[in-house]
């Protein structure tokens, strides 16, 4: 069955609901066999951070939370697949209804507040699956941990995670768990980073091998706190950025049945913001990190936006819900056309 004939029903049922729905399909479609003949897999060979990548299209975190879907997910031809946000601990995220979509916007407000597992749950999913691509797993803290503590719990899933990913994503830009923004400003900032440097590179020792390490950050910053960002990216030596997670504006949305939830919107909305963000990052930083681009990619040509804006690869999460798994393949072509045309 088509995506666009399943659609409709899933969107008359509620949206944790339908998700939890999709994936299962997805998974029992793995299985039997049928996912690779349907979506394949486009080539575009992509270098970044070090690491070989078969596109740069990627599934960004919060998807699939628990690993629970890797091999499925692979399937649908993305060229490196995020899990997470993952905690030290199980927990059981925010109250119910905590997702809702905006239909009229091709968007979604969430506030899920790291619903998880666990990290040893977590590993064991990357542990079993076969997927021999790139596997980022994206880190946070429990909610019971104070902000002033949340050093602690990202030390502990990046002592847990480094072994088993491609990278490692400290995800300090979600906005419903409290405080965590906080992070991103300031001293906090700084010693959040000089923590998980210093062990980041002690377990480079220990292992033999070295895992790169991206920071992923809100779209709500002003000029100010990119330039910070920005030189703390490069005094600490991170590989990567992403930019963007959700945005708590409700511009274009405020009028909308469920516009006015609490949350992180994300979908077409955000395209514009998260764009922006990433272009003030990519003439900062010039080059020195690698950007990934997410937020309101709905379209290929969407994903070349954010190439254009700086980005090395992009990633996709909203868009899928509207448009469908066939946006991944639609995503690697279009930048794949466009750094041909580049290249003429």
């Known amino acids: 069955m088509s995506y666009a004939l399943l659609r409709p029903f ?14 299962s399909l997805l998974d029992k479609a793995h299985k039997a066999r049928v996912l690779g003949l349907v979506y ?17 299209v990627g599934l960004a975190a919060g998807l699939d939370k628990n690993g629970d879907y890797i091999d499925a997910l692979a399937e649908l031809g993305f060229g490196f697949i995020e899990v997470g946000t993952v905690t030290p601990k199980p927990q059981a995220g925010n109250d119910r209804p905590r997702l809702f979509r905006l239909k ?67 995800n300090i830009s979600s906005p419903n768990t409290a405080n965590l923004r906080d992070l991103q400003s300031g001293e906090a900032l700084t010693h959040l980073l000089d ?18 390490l991206v920071l992923k950050v809100a779209p709500d910053l002003d000029p100010i706190q990119v330039d910070y960002i920005s030189q703390q990216l490069l005094d600490f030596e991170i590989d990567g950025l992403i930019a963007t997670n959700t945005t708590l504006s409700r511009v274009g949305v405020e009028d909308l049945p469920d516009g006015d939830q609490a949350g992180g919107l994300s979908g077409r909305p955000v395209s514009h913001i998260s764009t922006q963000i990433l272009q003030q990052f990519s003439d900062q930083l010039d080059g020195k990190v690698a950007l990934i681009g997410v937020g309101g990619i709905d ?19 909203s868009g899928l819900i509207y448009k469908g798994p066939g946006l991944v393949q639609s995503c690697i072509q279009s930048i794949g056309g466009y750094y041909d045309a580049m290249e003429n």
């Open 104 to 170: 009229q916007a091709d968007a979604i407000i969430n506030r899920m507040g790291f619903n998880n597992e666990g990290v040893d749950y977590l590993i064991e999913n990357v542990q079993r699956c076969k997927y021999k691509g790139n596997i980022g797993i994206n880190i946070g803290k429990n909610a019971a941990t104070p902000v002033e503590k949340a050093a602690d719990d990202y030390v502990y899933c990046l002592e847990r995670v480094y072994p088993h990913a491609s990278y490692i994503t400290v």
């Open 299 to 317: 379209s290929g040509a969407k994903a070349v936006k954010k190439i254009e804006a700086g980005a090395d690869m992009v990633q996709l999460y």
């Open 10 to 23: 899933l969107f008359n049922m509620d949206p944790e609901h339908a998700h939890e729905m999709t994936l």
């Open 195 to 212: 923590a998980i440097k210093n062990r980041h590179s002690q377990l480079a020792t220990e292992y033999g091998f070295y895992v790169p």
């Open 40 to 56: 394949g897999q486009s080539m575009q060979p992509t270098d970044c951070m070090g690491l070989q990548f078969s596109n740069p």
